[in-house]
Structures are given as structure tokens and as C-alpha cells.
């Protein structure tokens, strides 16, 4: 599985994502996530060491070194921290890779 650390903007605002092809979908932390949400089918997931009740997704307006694209994420408390201690913003999956 690749995984890679990126600085890049989301809905306006400097993130720290990790882009995790070994992931299908895409998540944020909460207080991150547009306000533009759905209700989706429930499902569990496990990120980080911790488990989370998924029950909806937003769309997200991204940029990274000047390409703007989209994606659908599904908000949650949070996806942990990197090795260096350094909180994640978001977790970029395969799906959300195919738009950049």
C-alpha cells in the first residue's frame, strides 16, 4: 500500500492529508467537512487505531499545487496523527486519487 503525506488546501484551508491508496474512500475531521452533507448507507470503519460509525459524506472543494478538483469525504472525529506526532486533516482513498 502507498502512503504519502501532502500539504494542500480544502475548502479554502491549509490541510494535512495523507493519501492512502490502500484506503477505497476518503475522509475529514468533522470540523473540516462542508456543510454540504447526504446521509449514506451505515458502515464501520477502522482508521488510526480507532473505529468509527460512518452515516454520511460531503463534497469537498480541493487544490493542490494549483489543480483544483473534488471530492466526496466522509467527515469523522478524526483520523489520528502521523508518525512525528503531526495531526491528520484527512484521508485522501483510491476514489478520491482518480480526480487529482
Known amino acids: ?9 480544502m475548502e479554502g484551508k491549509e490541510v494535512f492529508v495523507l493519501f492512502d491508496a490502500g484506503s477505497l ?22 482508521l488510526g487505531g480507532f473505529s468509527f460509525e460512518i452515516d454520511e459524506s460531503c463534497r469537498l472543494n480541493c487544490e493542490i499545487e494549483g489543480l483544483e478538483f ?5 467527515p469523522i472525529e478524526g483520523p489520528g496523527n502521523d508518525e ?12 478520491g486519487m482518480q480526480k487529482i
Open 1 to 9: 500500500m502507498a502512503r504519502r503525506f501532502k500539504e494542500m488546501k
Open 25 to 46: 474512500r476518503s475522509y475529514v475531521r468533522k470540523e473540516l467537512a462542508s456543510d454540504i452533507k447526504r446521509k449514506t448507507i451505515p458502515f464501520k470503519v477502522g
Open 70 to 74: 473534488d471530492i466526496e469525504a466522509h
Open 84 to 95: 512525528r506526532g503531526r495531526q491528520i486533516d484527512a484521508v485522501i482513498g483510491a476514489i
